[in-house]
């Protein structure tokens, strides 16, 4: 069974430039979570999206930054207009339901260079 | 508003010796609480969680936490560390949704642990 599936690993954006960041869940689960990961900080929550719905988007910037969990495919983390600050490790998560106690199982990460 | 605490940003500790990581949290109502453990460069991995009943969790690679309600603590444990224990360990605190938790969890900042031969 496969886990949560990110791409690219590793992305390098000059400044202005979109980036795009994508997200395949684990198999059967269909709750995605955002988080990103600021050098020597922890995790902070950006968003949290179900097939079509964004549900959560308390942690997401209110400039440059969207998501979504399309129908069919991955979930993508758009950021418009990339600023030096957007370097950071953007990790997606998934799990198999809402509950407060369902585990959320994290990606290996996208790790954006802005230049 | 949820929180976690890890007041210790790096533990070393021999190889052999036991291990403890320290985790407070505040949340509104009863928490439900994680540990996940990142090695450089690569994603979260899921060690344990807290949900309800027995107070001292077992996860993997011989890893437990004891949840003390009393304290709001969730530390991790190890009865003997090993080398390849050294990586960085985030504890994660979820509240329950009808209290506000919502589904977001909120990480400490990480905790290096250090294993020396």
């Known amino acids: 069974n496969a886990g949560v599936m990110q791409n690219p690993r590793h992305l390098v954006r000059r400044r202005g430039q979109e980036a795009r960041l994508r997200c395949s869940p684990m198999?059967?689960?269909?709750?995605v979570y955002w988080y990103r990961q600021l050098p020597e900080e922890g995790l902070k929550f950006m968003v949290y999206?179900?097939?079509?719905?964004?549900?959560?988007e308390s942690g997401m910037p209110k400039e440059r930054f969207s998501a979504e969990f399309p129908k069919e495919g991955p979930s993508i983390l758009r950021i418009q207009q990339v600023v030096r600050g957007d370097s950071a490790a953007y990790f997606c998560?998934?799990?198999?339901?809402?509950?407060?106690?369902?585990?959320?199982?994290f990606g290996p990460g996208t790790r954006l260079t802005v230049l | 508003a949820q929180s976690v605490a890890q007041p210790e940003d790096q533990v070393n500790v021999a190889e052999g010796n036991p291990l403890t990581v320290k985790c407070t949290y505040s949340?509104?109502?009863?928490?439900?609480l994680f540990w996940y453990v990142q090695y450089p460069n690569r994603g979260l991995q899921f060690l344990l969680k807290?949900?309800?009943?027995?107070?001292l969790v077992k996860g993997s690679y011989g890893f437990e936490a004891e949840f003390n309600k009393s304290q709001t603590s969730f530390h991790l444990k190890k009865p003997s560390a090993l080398v390849s224990d050294s990586a960085l360990y985030f504890c994660?605190?979820?509240?329950?949704?009808?209290?506000?938790?919502?589904?977001?969890?909120?990480f400490g900042t990480g905790t290096q642990l250090k294993v020396e031969l």
């Open positions: 998560a998934s799990s198999p339901g809402n509950r407060g106690s369902d585990t959320q199982y």
């Open positions: 198999k059967g689960h269909s709750h």
């Open positions: 999206l179900q097939k079509e719905n964004i549900i959560d």
């Open positions: 949340v509104s109502g009863n928490p439900y």
């Open positions: 807290y949900i309800t009943g027995d107070n």
């Open positions: 994660a605190v979820r509240g329950q949704i009808l209290t506000g938790g919502g589904n977001k969890l909120t």
